[in-house]
Structures are given as structure tokens and as C-alpha cells.
């Protein structure tokens, strides 16, 4: 295949697949990464030996593919380690870059997934994030840094760290230290994709970066970006949910809308052209009236599918006109997993229409095995839960705190346990504030509604009601 042609090839051109670059060609073997009729990036085989091919195709591949070399001779002449680039070049039809495969190399990223279960800020996690800012400030000792500044950018190979993606390098003058407001705004992306830090947690980490790069770090404006940052990539995240990007498979016409988690678009396309059949086939837990809640399977893997029904005409007309529940649950499901507060990850959203007015809709999320609260503590209220299960549910309602998020319906049983931790059900009332004021009045409701479930003279309605955040 040429450049030419790759450039139409999609988001997913079958592999093996042989690339001719002028005289020479790579057979790409593995995709990691791809935007279509922009970028590919995949593993490969070139002149007998495994490398990283990026393959630039577009309006701007030229510019893109320059950026990536002036990047790579910034890193190479500040001496921060980074994969050899083998070859480059570039024709009329596209540009490309073949750079050494480090074998064994894993992302940061990828270690501090596998550490996520562990309380914030272990001592792996504390060893981990220094590693990666020994680097950051060893960049900006060198007048460098990446505008594209996470943990995936850094591959470990042993007790080497190489820094990829030289394409999002950006100098100042080389060799000159950036200024201390350069420092903190670029330092605000790295900490804005990490769970918040508390002031000590950070001043730890600094001490890393510090140490290659000793420029004064003001905590407060460092906290002001970084905030901005993280309010910036939340509506950024929420518009995918909503549109075709790499994570999500969008679609709408006049029949509906239905947007997919990509990963899972090929293994749910049975349920997705037939969600009724499935639900019909499952174990139902509620049916009648405005909702269906059904356990389904689908290749041997357990997942939950919940229809909102329409009940009548009346109901039809009050919800036609406005986006519906399912829809509202996925965007909220989807925030709730970007803030980091556990929810059954929500994998599909299909909204039927006719001339422009809803119909039903499903939402399907994994499956959550885990018991309600009801479940798991005494009913009566009489005999008090494990200590760390009362203190996951004090986390859980902390969070939401901390993020101004109401629930809108906090009965037990929509607070599932899950893996290690409290996290929550039934979106369909999910709401993030602005204003305080109404913040506090609705987190009060949820606090309210959710010691209901036991009696109010019991001992763990009261220890509860010792434990729990209020809004204040």
C-alpha cells in the first residue's frame, strides 16, 4: 500500500500490511495507535529488525514530520534518553518516521493502572511519579517541555526511562532554564491527569523535579492551573461521549442515536442490532413501567441493559422532544469514571427515534456483582459494618462532595459495592453543580435519603450519621 492510499484507509486497515516509502517499505504488524487520514502509528519490520513506524499522511504531514525531528535532535542535544529514530523522510503523498522498538519498554501510564487500587500517593505510586518528574525537570532544566505532558509519554525499560512522542516537544532557548510560570503551567497538565494530591503529597513529589531543576514552585498557582486544567479535560472528555473520536464510535440519523465505547463496538454489535432479544433471554430484575433492567450475555461475559420505556402517549409527549435518560446516564457514568468515583462503566447508549422524537432507549454497562448497601449491612441497623467499609462509604460521599456531584436518588440499593470500594447506580438524576448554594441543598437530600435506609434510632444510622460529610 502507498501513503496515498493509506490516507483513505479508516480507522482500522487490516494488518499485516507492507507500506512503500520511496525505495525502501515497512510491513506494519501491530496498530498502536491511529487517527485516520492523519496519523498511524504501529509496530513493525524494517531491514531485519522491529521498529516504531509513524506514518504522517494529510495537509499537514510535512510540518508534523519536521516538528517530530527538530524534537528529536532538542531531546538527543539535551541528553534526555528517548528511542533512536532509524530513518525518516517524506514524498508528496505523506511523511515517515521509523524509530527504535523498545521490546520490554511499558508506559508509565500503564504501571500506574496496575497500582490503582492501592490507597493514593503508596509508596510504589510516590516512586513511580518521581521517576517520571526526575524527567519533567530535567526537560525544563533544558529549556524543553512536552505539550502533551502524561505518563504515557514515558516508557520504562528497567531503570531506563525513555521520554517518546517527540512530535510534542517545544523549546525555548536550549540550555536555558524555562521561567518559573512555564514550569508550573506545564507541570499543571502532568498533575491535572492524576487523582487530586493533597499540598504535602505534592511538595514530596517536587522534591524529584527540584532536584534536576531548581526553580520555585508557588503551590497556589501551580493548584490554580492545574484546576483549569481538570475542569478543561472534563467537558473535553464529555464532548467525545458524544461525537466519533478514537475511544468512542458515534452515530445519528433519522432512525437514532447510539454511541459505543470502541473497544467494545465488534463484540456488542449482536445486542446493539437486537437489545429487546437479549433482554428477553436475560435475568430480569425490573420490568413494567418506565424502565426495563435486565442481566444479558454476550459471548460468555455477563452485562446489564436497561430500557426506558415509553409507558404512554403522555409520557411520549413529556419525553419526545429532550434527550433521555439512558443518554443522560451515559454522560454521567462517563464524567463519574473521568472524576475517578466508581460506577459500572457504561459501554453503549442507543436512543430510538422517528422524524427527529425519541422512542425507547438502552443504556448497557458492565455488569456489577458486588451487592447493594442493603445488602451488606444489617437492615435493621443494629449491628455495625466492617471499619473500611464504613470508611469507603464516607470516601465515596467525599468525592462527590469534592466535586459538587448529587445523585438525586441515594437509596441503598443504587450504592453497589464494587472491587474495593462504594460506588454508584441509576444515574439518571446525576447532577454536577456550579452553584454552592444548590449544591448544598441537594447533597443534603442525597445524605438524607441515604440514612433513611436504616431506622433512625439504630446504631448505625447514628454512627453513619457521625461518619458521613455534610455539605458545609
Known sequence: MSLALLRKAGRNP??????????????????????????????????GQTVLAKLLVGDKAARDAQQERDGFAALQQAGVATPELLTSGQSEHGAWLLYQFIELGQSLGTRWQALAAQPLLSAEQATLLQQALACIGQLHAQGLWQEDLHLDNL???????????????????LGQPLSAAQCQ??????????????????????????????QAIALDALREAEHKL?????????KKCARDCSLFAFSKSAAGIQAVRRE??????????????????????KTGGAATVARVEVDGRPLLVKRYNIKNTA??????????????????????LHLGIATPTPLAVIERRSWGLRRSAYLITEYCPGGDIIARFDPAGQQLPPDDELAALAQLLTQMKAKRLSHGDLKGHNVFW?????????????QQHRCQRR?????????ARLLRNWPSDSPLHKQLDHVLPTAD
Not at 481538570?230 to 464529555?238: F, I, K, N
Not at 464494587?418 to 441509576?426: C, K, Q, R, Y
Open 14 to 47: 487490516a494488518l499485516p500490511m507492507s507500506v512503500s516509502l520511496d525505495d525502501q517499505s515497512v510491513l506494519l504488524e501491530q496498530w498502536l495507535r491511529v487517527l485516520p487520514g492523519k496519523r498511524y502509528v504501529a509496530r513493525a519490520q524494517w531491514q
Open 155 to 173: 516508557l520504562a525499560d528497567g531503570a531506563q526511562l525513555y521520554l517518546i512522542d517527540a512530535g510534542g516537544i517545544r523549546q525555548q532557548t
Open 185 to 214: 503551567a506545564n507541570l499543571a497538565v502532568f498533575f491535572a491527569q492524576l487523582p487530586a494530591l493533597s499540598d504535602d503529597q505534592l511538595e514530596l513529589l517536587l522534591v524529584s523535579y527540584m532536584a534536576h531543576n531548581p
Open 230 to 238: 481538570r475542569q478543561w479535560r472534563l467537558r473535553d472528555y464529555l
Open 264 to 285: 467494545w463496538l465488534a463484540p456488542l454489535a449482536p445486542l446493539l442490532a437486537e437489545p429487546d432479544r437479549f433482554i428477553d433471554a436475560g435475568h430480569i430484575y
Open 315 to 336: 409520557h411520549w409527549l413529556k419525553r419526545c422532544w429532550r434527550p433521555s435518560r439512558a443518554w443522560h446516564s451515559w454522560i454521567e457514568g462517563n464524567r463519574l
Open 418 to 430: 464494587m472491587a474495593s470500594g462504594f460506588g454508584l447506580i441509576d444515574l439518571d438524576a446525576m
Open 439 to 447: 449544591f448544598a441543598k441537594a447533597f443534603a437530600r442525597d445524605r
